[in-house]
C-alpha cells in the first residue's frame, strides 16, 4: 500500500517560498459499514492514502464536522492517512480532531514528515473540536506528510492545511544538491553539490520506510541493493536539509 503521492503546491517566493494547501476530504469514498484501506483524489487533485479508516460516522456526537470527514480506527490497527508534496517541502500543518464514537478514553494523533516525529496533538475525550498545529517544521524538499492515531480509540480528522517552506535563494545555493542520472539503472546515482563536503542519506521507500542510511564522502551513491521503484532521498549537509526524488528502474 503505498503511502506516497503528490501534493501540488502554488509558489512564490519571498525571503521564505510560503504556500498553502488544504484538504476537506469531501470527496472521500469511505462508508460506515467497515474500516478500508485505500486512497481517494481529495482537493486540487491530491491523492491521499488511508489505511483501516472509515467516514466521520454523520456527525454522531454533534461536535460540528462541516460536512465529510476521516475515522481513524486505533494504533494497533496502524491507522493512518497520508500524502506527499510535490514542491518545496512544509512549514506548519494543522487539523481539526473530534472524538469518533461514544467509548471513554483519550484521543490522539501524531504527525510525521519524512518518518520523522513532529510532535503529538494533546489528548482529549470530549465531543468538541479540537485543533492541532505543529509550526516550525521547516523542511525543504519533497516531504512526506502522515497522520497517525498513537491510541486504541477511533479520532476523526477533518480540514488538513499546510504551508510550504523553502530557503531563500541565497541561502538555497549553498546546499544546492543534483541528482543524476534519475532515473537509474546502474546500481548507482552522484549527488553532486556545491561545496562537495560530506553528505548524509537517508533514503525512504513508498511505504515511508527507511531503506538506507549513510554518509557519503564521494559523490556516488550505491543504491544496487534497493528495488526498482519511487524512493525519497533526505540529504543533509552542514546542517541543511533537503529531499529529492529518486526513480530506480
Known sequence: MKKIYFLLFTLCFTNLLLAQGSESFTNHDLSGTSYATGSFV????????????RDENGDSNNAGI??????LRRSSDNSSVSAQSG??????????????????????????VNNVSQGSSISFDDNGEHIFTVDNINIVGDVVIEVRNTTSKQVIVDDITWTAYTLSTD?????EFSVFPNPTSNGFVN??????????????????KQVLNTKLTTSRLNVSNLKAGVYI???????????KKLVIE
Open 171 to 175: 541561502t538555497f545555493k549553498q546546499s
Open 87 to 112: 514542491a518545496n517541502g512544509v512549514k506548519s500543518v494543522t487539523m481539526k480532531l473530534y472524538k469518533g464514537f461514544t467509548g471513554a478514553g483519550g484521543r490522539q494523533v501524531e504527525l510525521f
Open 233 to 243: 532521498l533526505k540529504l543533509t549537509q552542514n546542517g541543511a536539509t533537503t529531499t
Open 191 to 208: 549527488i553532486k553539490t556545491a561545496n562537495n563536503q560530506p553528505v548524509t542519506v537517508v533514503a525512504y521507500d513508498v511505504l515511508g
Open 66 to 71: 462541516d460536512g465529510k470527514a476521516l475515522m
Open 42 to 53: 481529495g482537493d486540487n487533485n491530491i491523492t491521499w492514502n488511508y489505511v483501516a479508516c
